[in-house]
């Protein structure tokens, strides 16, 4: 199986910043498109910034200039540089993937999300 696990979430004032990470670990065979998504207090999950396997990234409108995500394909890990956070940043952040994992000749893609780290940030 597959596991992602989230770290680096906390608490921090308004203009600060915070660095995410994903780790993903198991069966893996490769990883193809990661993401960052986050889901405020009564509000749907959505889509943060998002990174191909050939580091092709694509942000929401509310973090661009502000967020940065990158990746370690060789440490099957990803990371979100938050620069600049706003209250309204406060979230469950979540990381996910589409992870290949292969069993002999045959190989299955799957979507995969970590358990979620809370980002909070104060006034």
């Known amino acids: 199986q597959v596991q992602l696990v989230e770290s680096g979430g906390g608490l921090v004032q308004a203009g600060g910043s915070l660095r995410l990470s994903c780790a993903a670990s198991?069966?893996?065979?490769?990883?193809?498109?990661m993401g960052w998504y986050r889901q405020a207090p009564g509000k749907q999950r959505e889509l943060v910034t998002a990174?191909?396997?050939?580091?092709?990234?694509n942000y929401a409108d509310s973090v661009k200039g502000r967020f940065t995500i990158s990746r370690d394909n060789a440490k099957n890990t990803m990371y979100l540089q938050m620069n600049s956070l706003k209250p309204e940043d406060t979230a469950v952040y979540y990381c996910?993937?589409?992870?290949?994992?292969?069993?002999?000749?045959?190989?299955?893609?799957?979507?995969?999300w970590g358990q979620g780290t809370q980002v909070t940030v104060s006034s």
């Open positions: 996910n993937a589409r992870v290949q994992t292969k069993s002999l000749t045959l190989i299955f893609e799957n979507t995969y």
């Open positions: 198991g069966r893996i065979f490769s990883i193809n498109n």
């Open positions: 990174i191909t396997s050939d580091h092709n990234t």
